[in-house]
């Protein structure tokens, strides 16, 4: 069965970007070697959780530039969006567009993991889905830096409470690793 994680490093006082739309602060931790029981890079942890496909906004995709057509982890992308950009979709990319809302974005991205994990990379998404009862984990790198202002991980969440099992926390260097299940009530 299909498993959406909702995964983003996060200032500690809970931003993912600061106010220019750079994330610099929060991806240090990347560059930096990692202790052996810590998940060290993206890629590393992506193979772990058997990534099938990423879901991000449009904001993400533009200040990422599209990947240049593919995600650094290889997983094939679906951007949500209203547009389609210029330019795009590019032969031989693996990035994809929905431009009917969230639930046909998480349905393109359902078809394309099959049983492998979706992730959600963007905060709007994430906020989204969570208010959609999608999510099934979230896993955040929490960064110690303070940003003080720029784009909240669950800024807007409107709804809630959301209940959430005790985490798992890693310690790495320059992060500590938190994931939470979700808990089901309609379960």
């Not at 610099?24 to 959780?49: C, I, L, R």
């Not at 990319?93 to 078809?111: K, P, Y």
């Amino acid at each position: 069965m299909t498993k959406v994680v909702a995964d983003m490093s996060v200032s500690l006082d809970g931003f993912v970007a600061d106010s220019a739309n750079r994330v610099d602060a929060v991806f240090t931790w990347y560059g930096k070697p990692q202790p052996e029981h810590s998940p060290s890079e993206p890629n590393g942890e992506a193979a772990a959780m058997d990534l099938g496909v990423i879901v991000y906004g449009r904001r993400t995709f533009d200040v990422a530039h599209g990947w240049a057509g593919r995600h650094p982890t290889g997983a094939p992308v679906v951007v949500v969006t209203h547009h389609v950009p210029a330019g795009w979709p590019r032969e031989n990319s693996t990035v994809f567009f929905a431009t009917d809302g969230i639930e046909a974005a998480m349905d393109q991205a359902g078809q394309i993991a099959g049983d492998k994990v979706i992730a959600l990379g963007s905060p709007s998404v994430i906020q989204q889905c969570v208010g959609l009862g999608l999510v099934d984990r979230i896993q955040v790198k929490l960064v110690p830096v303070l940003l003080g202002d720029g784009i909240r991980l669950f800024g807007t969440l409107r709804t809630g409470p959301i209940e959430l099992a005790d985490p798992e926390v890693t310690i790495g260097n320059g992060v500590t690793h938190l994931y939470y299940d979700v808990v089901r009530t309609d379960r």
